[in-house]
């Protein structure tokens, strides 16, 4: 059974930088595609970024050039770095599978950019 947890959300300032992590467990070997998502409030859930087990990654326009998704194998953890945070940011981000998988998406991590 997979699961996925992530961790390290929080509240910045515009312009500031967080650092997502996604810890995976179990059996975890067929997996090919990690993608973070985000849900804001009052939004549907969207794809923020992917990476596949080789290294390839795919990104929103809306978060290119600031964001980056990164994976360590040995740690079983896919990170997400964001840097320039803007407050159209804020949302509560899930890491799962792509596509994604009913019975990973776990508890999220909030983030919040504002003033």
């Known amino acids: 059974q997979v699961q996925l947890a992530e961790s390290g959300g929080g509240l910045v300032h515009p312009g500031a930088s967080l650092r997502l992590s996604c810890a995976a467990s179990?059996?975890?070997?067929?997996?090919?595609?990690i993608g973070w998502y985000r849900q804001a409030p009052g939004k549907q859930r969207e794809l923020v970024a992917t990476?596949?087990?080789?290294?390839?990654?795919n990104y929103a326009d809306s978060v290119k050039g600031r964001f980056a998704i990164t994976e360590d194998s040995a740690k079983n953890t896919v990170y997400l770095q964001m840097n320039d945070l803007k407050p159209e940011d804020t949302a509560d981000y899930y890491c799962?599978?792509?596509?994604?998988?009913?019975?990973?998406w776990g508890q999220g991590t909030k983030v919040t950019v504002a003033s």
């Open positions: 990476v596949t087990n080789e290294g390839l990654t």
């Open positions: 179990g059996e975890i070997f067929s997996i090919s595609v």
């Open positions: 799962n599978t792509w596509p994604a998988e009913r019975i990973y």
